[in-house]
């Protein structure tokens, strides 16, 4: 195949030798099989340095605020007469579809349910519980991540359309590092733990957009049984599906797949803000959102030093980080790809106050809906997230309400919409990733990388189910958090440079 580069090659050779190791039986490879090998990675990275990824993510965070109120604002993400290529609505459709759909469907009601009854610190069941859940919801999926989205996507598409760099995350290293390195080895390998990122995680949210539809289906059809082989049959249906919106490209399939994504889902809140306890839901959406801009220092630094339940703090927060992390080589690709002509400014205010807004109010309404239930009518939701998973959460809670069937459907069309919208996003940012930064990657190499995208998420389904996919998660992040650390140094020293080339001032 033209176009592609070496990276491609490494990236491809090593992700068919994953997908065969996860293969294999665990009687054939008791104690090397990979479900094994990844939960003791996975257990030493959370306990050894759970703190690293805490702090890089507040890190991550500072930064984009600061670049926000610095001289550097008014920098464009291209040249300076260059204008944005999507309107205000495509592109935050866009960049929201890719960034979380799938997990904010999966988790927005389960998540606040989880947290009322297992708090991370408190007595469950309880007011304060229920605000607390809340909150870290909001945290969870508010500010932080974004800002991880936005700090790697910043410097792709300052590099690319500013400089004309190649549209690879090495490319943006070069003031750092050195170009004569960034075109050896070094660039190589730093591109190849970009493109492995990818790869898990997205493979993570297709896990959970694949468990979600399982779950669903069997919940809502008599007599269908939630197994792994209906969950093999839907991916491989829906990866039939996103390779044809993929051989489509940007403008066809993932825009109107992404516009599709935006009326479901808020066609969706309205319906459940208003059938379910709306008062209750905005009371607590504005409650809720002045105490996570209260909390959020301390949250954002909240360790366990003492063991005081930091299994919870494993299991969400540092999850979640990592999680985050894992998908912003995806997530940053795409969104740069999309971001041309913005200012630094305008670019950074869009990537994190639009898509945190919408999601408080997404979970305002799912998990209060579900936390209202559950604490004034008794309910009993949790009993049923206990015995068939979190991923039931969200049916059942919809059982509740009028014309709860419909909105489950429309809920598992949402699912499945997500679901294609950022595998096909995937397929192209990978394609970008492993031909040297083509905007335009070539149909054949978008093909080969939704085949291993869908067998690593099957791969990892079949290894050990939702455990397997957070595992897979905290894993490829880790190499890849050093590589966003020297971005923020590689971005400043660059900007340092172009400030003293340009009237800042006049360049809007």
Known sequence: MKQVSKVFYISVAIAFLFIIWGVIPKEVLPTWNLNNITTNVQGFITEKFGWFYLLS????????????FSKYGNLKLGKPDDEPEYSYITWFAMLFSAGMGIGLVFWGAAEPLSHFHTPPYGEGGTEDAAKVAMRYSFFHWGLHPWAIYAVIALALAYFKFRKNAPG????????????????????????????????????????????????????????????????????????????????????KGIKYLSNTNIVLAIGLMVFLLFAGPTNFIMDLFTTTFGSYIQHLPQMSFRMTPFAENSS????????????????????????????????????????????????????????????????????????????????????????????????SIIGLCLISTFFVTSADSATFVLGMQTTGGSLNPRNQVKFVWGIIQAGAAAVLLWQGGLTALQTAAIIAAFPFTFIMIMLCFSLVKTFSAEAKKVNLKKEK
């Not at 795409?334 to 950074?348: C, L, N, Q």
């Open 57 to 68: 993510a507040t890190g991550f965070l500072a930064f984009a605020i600061f670049l926000i």
């Open 168 to 251: 690879v995350v090495s490319a943006a290293l070069v003031p750092l590092l050195g170009e004569d390195r960034i075109k050896g080895p070094l660039g190589t390998t730093i591109d190849v733990i970009a493109v492995f990122a990818t790869i898990f995680g997205v493979a993570t949210s297709l896990g959970f957009g694949a468990l979600q539809i399982s779950s669903g289906m069997s919940y809502l059809i008599p007599g269908l049984e939630d197994t792994f082989t209906l969950q093999l049959i839907i991916i491989i249906v829906v990866t039939f599906l996103f390779m044809i919106s993929a051989m489509t490209g940007l403008n």
């Open 312 to 407: 919870w703090v494993n299991g969400w927060t540092i999850f979640y980080w990592a999680w985050w992390i894992s998908w912003a080589p995806f997530v940053g690709t795409f969104i740069a790809r999309v971001s041309k002509g913005r200012t630094i400014r305008e670019f950074i205010l869009g990537v994190l106050l639009v898509p945190t807004i919408f999601g408080a109010l997404w979970f305002s309404i799912f998990g209060g809906t579900a936390i209202n239930l559950e604490y004034f009518q008794n309910t009993n939701l949790q009993s049923l997230v206990s015995d068939l998973g979190p991923e039931v959460a969200l049916f059942g809670m919809l059982e509740q309400i009028p014309l709860g069937m419909v909105m």
